[in-house]
């Protein structure tokens, strides 16, 4: 029954004009981009998940400088080593300059200045992390309105046969109908999907987002033990 059903249904498509196909051709390669984005990326949230979790297991055991650096060559390519590489980064600068002062530890308006560089390495990761997401959404409202003039464009081959057969009969108007209900069809099944993965891997974003901040707040208590006054 199936095979039956989709025999009719490719019949259908190869029966249909030239406009009908283009619409169904554009929902075939927005469907096939929205399902290479989401796998993309789930893969790639479902690695940092574990890499935020070793972040986390090696930062616990922090307890001088020098550790804090060998936790970036463990993470080295990941999320939170990026951070963690960036933030320390930063801190030399700041400790260098603060040397050259003659200054023990970091005053409060260093760190306030440490403090905005991690939350900026967070917001360049987490646009990072957003990036491809735009197309999940766009093809979410876009498919739906492709839908829907595919839908238009053949109940209005539907009128035009009844106008150049001057007859309703079933015959006459099924073969645009059936065009119409496809490309609605079309545009649901590319549509759904799409807001699904949109939601989904925005929710993953957040999490990344919130794990990231975490990650911050452990390495500012780890630090101001060290070197704030």
Known sequence: MFNVHTN???MLVLQADVVSKLVLTILLIMSTLCWAIFLYKFFLFRAQKKHMKRAFEYIRHVGTFEDLN???DKCNGTTPGYFLTYSIQ???????VNNKQGIGKLGLAY?????????HAIDEIIYHEESLLWFLSTSAGAATLLGLFGTVWGLVHSFM????????DIAVVAPGIAEALMTTLAGLMVAIPAVIMFNYLNMQIRR?????????QSFNR????????
Do not use: N, P, R
């Open 8 to 10: 009719l249904l490719w």
């Open 70 to 72: 060998l936790i970036t």
């Open 90 to 96: 930063q801190l030399k600068l700041l400790i260098e």
């Open 111 to 119: 760190w306030g200045q440490m403090q905005d560089t991690m939350y």
């Open 161 to 168: 046969s009844i106008s150049q057969k001057q007859t309703a």
């Open 208 to 216: 990344i987002e919130q794990q990231l901040i975490s990650l911050a």
């Open 222 to 229: 780890i630090v101001q033990i060290m070197f704030v006054s």
